[in-house]
């Protein structure tokens, strides 16, 4: 007696010989809700076999009375806490107006949201230009002894107190050479112009 195998789809289906399997769909959103502190979120999802299945991460759709979105989390509207300036470094003397700011970081009770140089001690306003996340520099108009000032703000607008610095630019001065005359067209004849020496002070240019 011989036995015939009985044949199967390759694909798991088991109608066979057509071998088409059941199509399968999800019904309702390609999002859905997912938990947020103090309010409301959504995540994706994907139908796998007739089954959502949740991807990528929870994003904040709305925050509850009192709160704000923040950094796709809901913060507190009543925040009244500074942050703090923990480290600002920059060097003590300079050869230059623009100067490096080596270090600069503050720590807050929900998230610092930039910082600011200053080189007066009035505390700026949170809605001020030239706040920023981040600081490699500042710029001085002049040489001599000055005092930078470093600020930190948060996203309630709370402003940190400040940390100042002090340093001393001193420019290189570059002195002409040769004669306070020089040549100049005459018709028919010869002629003679007086010039002066500017300093030149790494961008500053003024005459003597």
Partial sequence: MITIPTATCSNGATNYPTCTLPVTTCSGSTTTSCTISNG???QSRTCNSG???SSGSCTVSSCNSGYQIYNNACITTTDTTKPVITAFTIP??????TVSISNLTATDNVGVTGYLLTE???TPSAGASGWAMQTPSYTFSSSGSKTLYAWAK???GNISTSISRTITITLPVVTCSGSTT?????????????RTCKQWHLGIIRKL
């Fill in 182 to 194: 020089t040549s100049c067209t005459i018709s028919n004849g010869s002629g003679s112009q007086s």
């Fill in 154 to 156: 948060d996203a309630a």
């Fill in 40 to 42: 409301t979120g959504t």
């Fill in 92 to 97: 003590t003397t300079s050869t230059s107006l």
């Fill in 51 to 53: 089954t959502w299945v």
């Fill in 120 to 122: 007066s001690s009035t």
